[in-house]
């Protein structure tokens, strides 16, 4: 079969709903893909060359494939390593040079909402079609993870899984057990996030050295949270709302006791419940990022409010993981 002309294919964002830090200890945490998208194209170039644009970000370059660099024309220093995921998937999947690839994302950047994993997925999948190899949806999943601990030395699979798949998960004690929820509808969450970045590997190792200096502090805190993520499962499959919004706001209290909050998330958290929410905590890494609120009701009320000095949106849970887009 011919290479086609040009390939587009799209994969969400995801959010941590209950568990994020407890989770690097073996506890558990649940987490959702969201209908926030990633979308990468990729067509032939002519002249051999291998060029990315990331349009929203005003980031591009060129990729040299042979000697794994990257030449970069503009774009923010942070910003710029977005284009690390994409040369770590064309060489994975022992791509060829000469593509011209624009990627399109409705996901902010650095705000915890797996926009790396969505671009990586995407990217492998986008490649996997344009080069005629079949590669199952495992086997994508499990490429973007390799790729995601080459860039960032270290990486949970929830994430690239997510983005793969879909759905809600339930990442048990074991880690390498990924347990697909049946929650087919929809769970009543808003994001807020600031744009201030937290830095995920910094605040892993925060969390870790208090749990070096205070263990006989630090291991309740990390069993309670356990216990929270666990609890949180049976409110969401029985869509008990008051239960959801007081677990996730003694979530939060525990994030903050370990150091993740920060004073925008605080009064992102806060403001939440003060225009209606039903719980709020921050999701993700923290040290910066988003909060998610979980608002049956007053929706409108609790994006306005936050909206007044953060940014705020609606999501809904993406059952359709990556996939390809019409032409
Ligand atoms: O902010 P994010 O989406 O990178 O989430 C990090 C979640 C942690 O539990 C803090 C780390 C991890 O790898 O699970």
């Not at 349009?55 to 690390?84: A, T």
């Not at 074991?174 to 009543?188: C, G, R, V, Y």
């Amino acid at each position: 079969m011919l290479s086609p002309k040009h390939v587009i294919t799209s994969a969400p964002g995801k959010t941590i709903l209950f568990g994020e830090h407890a989770v690097v200890y073996g506890k558990p945490a649940i987490a959702a893909a969201v209908d926030k998208r990633v979308y990468v194209k990729i067509e032939k170039r002519e002249d051999k060359k291998t060029h990315v644009t990331v349009e929203e970000l005003g980031v591009s370059g060129f990729l040299n494939l042979k000697e794994e660099l990257i030449d970069y024309n503009n774009g923010e220093y942070k910003k710029k390593n977005i284009l690390e995921y994409v040369l770590k998937s064309l060489i994975k999947t022992n791509t060829n040079d000469g593509l011209e690839i624009t990627i399109n994302m409705d996901i902010p950047i650095g705000a915890g909402l797996g926009s790396s994993a969505a671009v990586t997925v995407a990217t492998i999948f986008s490649l996997s079609i344009y080069n005629n190899i079949n590669l199952t949806k495992n086997e994508i999943a499990k490429l973007a993870h390799q790729v995601e601990l080459e860039v960032q030395g270290a990486a949970s699979p929830i994430d690239t899984t997510l983005s793969t798949h879909g759905g809600v998960i339930y990442l048990s004690n074991n880690a390498n057990k990924i347990i697909k929820l049946d929650i087919n509808t929809e769970i009543p969450i808003i994001i807020g996030y600031t744009s201030k970045r937290g830095n995920t590997g910094k605040l892993v190792e925060s969390v870790r050295l208090k749990v070096e200096k205070y263990p006989e502090i630090m291991n309740p805190i990390l069993n309670s949270m356990e216990s929270i993520t666990k609890h949180a499962c049976k409110a969401l499959i029985n869509r008990d709302h008051e239960k959801i919004g007081e677990l996730m706001n003694i979530n939060y209290g525990l994030l903050d006791s370990i150091g993740v909050s920060t004073e925008e998330l605080s009064k992102m958290v806060y403001s939440a419940r003060k225009a209606g929410a039903l719980g709020s905590k921050v999701t993700g890494a923290g040290g910066g990022g988003s909060i998610i609120a979980y608002c049956p009701e007053h929706v409108d009320e609790v994006i306005s409010f936050i909206n007044k000095f953060e940014n705020a949106f609606k999501i809904n849970i993406s059952n359709e993981g990556v996939r390809q887009e019409s032409k």
